[in-house]
């Protein structure tokens, strides 16, 4: 379903386990940097009405998933440290079409969205899997799903307001450019890392 060219290397869950402080605390982050990207996307486009209501809800659940993490964090006696770069989702976004019309602008955005999505999708699910912790192991599965359902709802946008656009041709070439970006991760202790 998500399309992706590589799957993180396994050896990935091991570091995640070893690092289950600083995973949560990136992934903390990562959802308060998904509900900013929702409201990114809505104030560069409100005419869009279905999206503006369909992005702040996920901007909302983006936010109790924070929420959700910064409890677990607390409940483990953990603390939640500082945000830190995210250089996968950097590099996206240097990959995204920044010229060209605001249509194109848009649909870059939510494809660039739609693959973030799919990569914690596809991470949530190696953590719900191979994670020895029962609560975290049912946690990453739930996120997994709601994953599942923003990736789908970007894409699901980028190709209803994007009908003068190939926007399959675009989701390909960031397919194809992500496939050879994640084979740089997978290595340190963070969602996308």
Not at 3 to 16: C, G, M, S
Not at 103 to 117: G, H, K, P, T
Not at 118 to 141: G, I, N, T
Not at 154 to 182: Q, S
Request: hydrophobic share 35%.
């Amino acid at each position: 379903m998500l399309h992706l060219k590589l799957e993180t290397d396994p050896r990935w869950v091991a570091i995640a386990e070893d690092n289950i402080e600083a995973i949560l605390t990136d992934h903390a982050w990562c959802e308060q940097k998904a509900a900013t990207n929702a409201i990114t996307i809505i104030t560069l486009n409100p005419q869009y009405e279905d999206l503006v209501t369909d992005l702040l809800e996920l901007a909302k659940e983006e936010m109790e998933h924070f929420q959700m993490v910064h409890e677990i964090i607390k409940k483990r006696g953990y603390t939640l440290g500082r945000e830190r770069k995210d250089c996968y989702v950097n590099k996206l976004y240097k990959f995204m079409n920044k010229g060209g019309s605001q249509l194109q602008s848009m649909v870059d955005r939510l494809l660039f969205s739609a693959m973030i999505e799919a990569r914690s999708c596809e991470r949530f699910k190696m953590l719900s899997q191979h994670v020895e912790d029962p609560e975290l192991s049912k946690f990453y599965y739930d996120l997994m799903v709601s994953e599942a359902g923003h990736y789908t709802l970007f894409i699901t946008y980028a190709r209803k307001y994007g009908k003068d656009i190939d926007v399959d041709k675009r989701w390909k070439e960031l397919v194809d450019f992500e496939g050879e970006l994640i084979k740089e991760y997978g290595k340190s202790e963070s969602i996308h890392g």
